[in-house]
């Protein structure tokens, strides 16, 4: 074992390890102190989510037997304690999996329009768009998925649901200390906690949040031993679902028991699709997630990017070109399938994505037409991606969230756990933008029980028919072109695990017409581009990449596993 880079944690009181130290995956784990690890190399399995305490429990799962999607089910729930602002059980997400005896799974446990919802809820009586009720509060709530995503996923787990809950159940009982960048993190929705909130919640600190400070969550350790003695509807039904609904009643929000009840999760088939001979397995509808990896991919197949280098302004518009082409189709056409056709074959086919760069013009920026300019949110893209991998061949991509950071910022009493604001990434109204500035038509517009499109795109590469790449992130829509830049980062460059996650990134989403750029993105390569025509602005991290590069060990018998976790965040990888 190798931890090629140990990044201290900022918690007082901590002694934290430099480069080289021992493995800490084998110790017992220590909620009060803890390290942050960007980067391992194993060979029994790796583990990498936005935070070391819950990487550190999908290990020990691993450890104790546990495969890759039992490792997963408690990664979540233990995400769902130590990392409040998109861990969660009143959320949703997708689960991607290939398993050892080559099946391919795709879980969706996105959440859904309550029977309640109608097309025109967050406008005003002349028709405009009330942004603050679809993105916070009460009524901003879809019915929650993750839990019901969790059941379905063991289906093919081998460990009892008590064992994989245990560990979130002893955080949030006994607590664990927040890291500064949670504290920081707290202390921003102090405001926010308390404007959407009429009981006294967890997350609230008078004195201000710092970082080593101890975090107990007394309301969800109950829900989690609800969750626990009664399986599902210890969260569907009985005391948790009427603390659900009777959180609705305070404010507004329309969730009611039936929509708790009837809440199912579904395994739908995976997008597949060759790479350059590599298999690429992610998220179907209602993510676009996968489709527009699959549209962008393909888009540059034909042409020879790894010639054109890494970084040069010829790939960059190229990749650019692609993206701007995939968001426009995601805006015209994508929504949930179970509601509204969705011409995927079509919008998948060869044909169609040669004939979409037909007007490509090399060393000219394209035009977007400019409808309506949305922009990217000031609002942080609050998702979270955890990517796991096992020494039997298991490789799972998990990408869950409640949407904006802490989601509506609405904590259920007595439950302890935050609702999602999804029900902003339906359109709202067709033509306006949503959080992520992303457009929408017909095919997104609410109706109940529909689920709201998403971007995600938890994705597993193979090669030579084995486990090659576990991907994904949180970012809203940057997530497929910061999936695409990974993987053709890796594929097409030659770049390190480290490097495919790191350097600098960009995006383009057809509408604004803008290409945005990392801060650090070299400055030769935007002035390049600007020459070009392109409108370029600069923004902070997009995305928090966890990725899992997999070799076949020397020996041909066994893998060796390449964790990366993104150099932002609390970020970490763990493998043993
Ligand atoms: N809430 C972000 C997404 O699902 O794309």
Known sequence: MKYSSIVALALAG??????????????????????????????????????????????????????????????????AVVYPGAGNLGGGGFMVARLKNEQILAIDYREKAPAAATRDMYLDSTGNPVMQLSQHGHLSAGVPGTVAGLF???????????????????????????????????????E????????????IKHDGWKGGDTLVQPDLSETLKRIRDKGQSGFYEGETARLIVSEMKKANGIISLDDLKNYEAKERQPVTFQYRG??????????????ILQQCLKMIEQRDIGKMGFHSPQAVQLMTEAERRAYADRAAFMGDEDFVKVPVKTLTGNTYLQERMADYIPGKAGSSERVHAGKLPPESEETTHLSIADKWGNVVAVTTTLNGSYGSKTIVSGAGFLLNNEMDDFSVKPGVPNMYGALGTEANAIEPNKRMLSSMTPTIVLKDNAPYLVAGTPGGTTIPTSVFQTIVN???????????????????????????????????????????????????NIGRTELIKIEKSETGRGYTFEAIADKCGDDSAEGY
């Open 14 to 79: 901590m002694v934290c390890c430099e480069t080289g130290c021992n493995n800490q995956a084998g110790s017992p784990l220590n909620p009060f102190a803890y390290q942050i690890q960007k980067s391992v190399t194993s060979s029994n399995g790796a583990v990498v989510s936005a935070h070391p305490l819950a990487s550190k429990i999908g290990i020990m799962i691993l450890q104790q037997g546990g495969n890759a999607v039992d490792a997963a089910i408690a990664t979540q729930l233990a995400l």
């Open 152 to 190: 379905a996923s063991m289906k093919y787990a081998v460990l009892p649901f008590r064992q994989l809950v245990q560990p979130a159940i002893d955080l949030a009982e006994k607590g664990f200390a927040v890291t500064a960048e949670e504290a920081a993190s707290l202390n921003h929705t102090q």
């Open 192 to 203: 926010a906690f308390r404007q959407y909130n009429t009981s006294k919640i967890a997350f």
């Open 278 to 291: 590599y298999t690429v397995v992610s998220m179907p509808l209602p993510s676009s997630g996968g489709i």
């Open 490 to 540: 890796i594929i097409d460059f030659g770049l390190s695990a480290s490097d495919a996650v790191n350097r600098p990134k960009f995006h383009h989403q057809w509408m604004p017409d803008e290409l945005f750029v990392e801060n650090d993105f070299p400055a030769a390569v935007t002035d390049s581009l600007q020459a070009m025509g392109y409108t370029i602005s600069a923004r902070g």
